[in-house]
């Protein structure tokens, strides 16, 4: 069920997205994707353009109702991903075949940060709201022979 924290009200604004991978990013938060300052405190107060709903207990203060904030609104910095496969068949006698074959997995090695949903970078009552802390597998190598006859 999704909560206040998760739909907070937006006040306006244009929301600055950031690269995670450059070095520009929000001050003084690393690996940012947009300003989640104040993530993690009972409103959210010092955040330019969100407010987290529900921080009281009547619903003057908001308990009860999710923000103007839709879901799914952020999609992520994205992925940039290259798999090689390369093989080669050698012919040993006539019914005889070696195939040698390396598969490469993420072969440039860019970095494949994880889905926000699952880093809180979503939830304003995260401290870790707009940062992104996890990411997907490294370049994984796979080297295989096969003999066949």
């Known amino acids: 069920m999704?909560?206040?924290?998760?739909?907070p009200d937006f006040l306006g604004g244009a929301i600055q997205l950031y690269d995670p991978r450059?070095?520009?990013s929000v001050p003084g938060r690393?690996?940012?994707y947009f300003d989640g300052t104040?993530?993690?405190s009972a409103s959210g107060a010092p955040n330019p353009y969100f407010r987290r709903?529900?921080?009281?207990?009547t619903a003057a203060l908001g308990a009860g109702r999710l923000g103007s904030f839709g879901r799914n609104v952020f999609a992520g910095p994205g992925f940039q991903n290259w798999d090689l496969d390369v093989?080669?068949?050698?012919?040993?006698?006539?019914?005889?075949?070696?195939?040698?074959?390396?598969e490469f997995l993420n072969a440039f090695n860019h970095t494949q940060f994880?889905?926000?949903?699952?880093?809180?970078?979503?939830?304003?009552?995260?401290p870790n709201f707009?940062?992104?802390s996890a990411t997907r597998d490294p370049r994984i190598i796979q080297i295989a022979a096969r003999y066949t006859f």
């Open 2 to 7: 999704p909560t206040s924290a998760q739909h």
């Open 22 to 24: 450059s070095v520009t």
């Open 30 to 32: 690393a690996n940012a």
């Open 38 to 40: 104040g993530g993690g």
């Open 53 to 57: 709903v529900g921080a009281g207990n």
């Open 87 to 102: 093989f080669k068949h050698f012919q040993i006698i006539e019914r005889q075949v070696l195939e040698l074959r390396g």
């Open 114 to 126: 994880d889905a926000i949903n699952s880093t809180n970078i979503g939830n304003i009552g995260s």
């Open 130 to 132: 707009g940062i992104i």
